[in-house]
């Protein structure tokens, strides 16, 4: 597929790409603040999460207001969070490379629904220490479908059987390790989300993946534990990370106790490190296998 629409510019298709992303991007802010909370993303429409005023759209532009505002409210003034246009340049930059592996394509549409899913459920989780099934079981659902489709990395079988794979092994690890440990060693929403993975990557990316996110979670671990750090321990949850005010869903404690588990103190979520495992694979697969010539049989 031709990279850049007939007859138009490369420069405009990828100015408005990155805008597509951008717009994407804002929108998952939204789901990102809203879903965990089980309030509605689509009204009412963007608030200060201090004084309510609405946003107007002159202030919603991706990255653009955030700049121009200088990180405040235009009515109240309150900071708002750098993770705003972060989340949105990161969509815009996927969308490029998206557009630049597919073309304006429906498989670089796909891309970005996974990219998209994964991006709301990392930030989800580091937030609240939950993954949403209101998003890991669409994540299931479009992966099969995209691959069904053949629009998508693997093939409908590798897909189906990534799936299945997905929940049973982390399933088994889940189950047994409550068993064994006594405590929780992997929250469900993990099996989930890695279910979800398998269904867009294939049963040959989950090896990889869950290497990838173990050994970069081991990492971010070890180095919050040696400063000290680290996210909450009993009694704490959820706010030490600092989330921006307007991503505070409902009371985390609540949703904590809610199935009467705390986060382990200097412990680090799980589900951040799976999806930046499968981004990873998916766009930086090659390379890795270079570094890592044994991975290549997953490729
Ligand atoms: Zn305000």
């Known amino acids: 597929m031709d990279p850049a629409a007939p007859g138009v510019p490369a420069g405009l298709v990828a100015a408005w790409v990155a805008l597509v992303g951008g717009v994407v991007g804002s929108f998952l802010n939204v789901v990102i603040a809203r879903v965990p909370a089980g309030e509605s993303i689509v009204s009412p429409g963007s608030r200060c999460p201090r004084c309510r005023t609405p946003i107007a759209w002159y202030d919603n532009v991706p990255v ?10 235009r009515s109240c003034g309150v900071r708002i969070s750098a993770r705003y246009p972060l989340v ?30 994964l991006v709301a459920l990392a930030f989800i989780d580091l937030d609240t220490w939950l993954l949403p099934h209101a998003l890991t079981w669409p994540l299931i659902a479009t992966g099969l479908a995209v691959s069904a489709a053949g629009l998508g990395p693997a093939t409908l079988q590798g897909a189906a059987i990534g799936a299945a794979v997905g929940f049973g092994a982390f399933a088994l690890v889940s189950v047994v390790g409550e068993k064994v440990l ?3 060693a992997l929250g469900f929403g993990d099996v989930w989300l890695l279910s979800g993975i ?4 294939g049963v040959a990316a989950l090896l990889p993946v869950v290497l990838l996110a173990s050994v970069q979670g081991s990492v971010v671990g070890l180095v919050l534990l040696a400063l000290g750090k680290g996210q909450p321990g009993p009694g704490q949850p959820a706010e030490a990370a600092g989330p921006p005010a307007a991503a505070v869903p409902g009371d985390p404690a609540a949703l904590a106790s809610a199935d009467d588990w705390i986060p382990p103190r200097n412990a680090v979520p799980f589900g951040p490190f799976l999806a930046a495992g499968a981004l990873e694979w998916l766009y930086l697969g090659d390379l890795i296998v270079r570094g890592v010539p044994s991975l290549g049989i997953f490729r």
Do not use: N, T, Y
């Open 64 to 73: 653009v207001s955030w700049l121009a505002l200088r990180a405040r409210c």
């Open 88 to 117: 949105e340049a990161l969509v815009a930059g996927v969308a490029l490379l998206a557009w630049a592996r597919h073309g304006l394509a429906v498989a670089a549409l796909g891309e970005l629904v996974l990219v998209s899913l």
């Open 182 to 184: 006594r405590k929780e």
């Open 198 to 201: 398998g269904a867009w990557m």
